[in-house]
């Protein structure tokens, strides 16, 4: 299994009926995309969100929270969500606020 179904599962629920959602896979997981610009995902066990420097910040001072790190250097702007900060509330807060920002970005042309 590359990614959680069953969070994947719960992601589709909270995000469904967000205009311009498609999925993709990359990151070696599941991500969901808002008009061609990343909103959040799935790796493996983790919840991946897309927040903007300042929204990343801000959610690293949460607990379960770490900031998404693939090379050995820390991707500006996103981060990691453990399974114990992904209760059913928190997980809708943190989906609403990766597609608010993805919302925000201007919409990307399909290639």
């Known amino acids: 299994m590359a990614y959680d179904e069953q969070l994947a599962e719960r992601v589709r629920a909270a995000i469904e009926g967000e205009e311009g959602l498609t999925e993709r896979k990359m990151f070696g997981g599941l991500a969901f995309m808002i008009n061609g610009n990343m909103a959040c995902g799935i790796v493996k ?9 300042e929204g990343a910040d801000a959610a690293l001072e949460q607990q379960h929270v770490r900031p998404m790190d693939f090379s050995g250097r820390p991707m500006t702007g996103m981060v990691y969500v453990e399974r ?6 928190e997980l809708r807060d943190w989906v609403e606020q990766a597609a608010a920002f993805a919302r925000s970005l201007p919409p990307k042309k399909p290639k």
């Open 45 to 53: 066990d983790d919840l991946m969100l897309r927040l903007g420097a």
């Open 84 to 89: 114990g900060g992904l209760g059913n509330a």
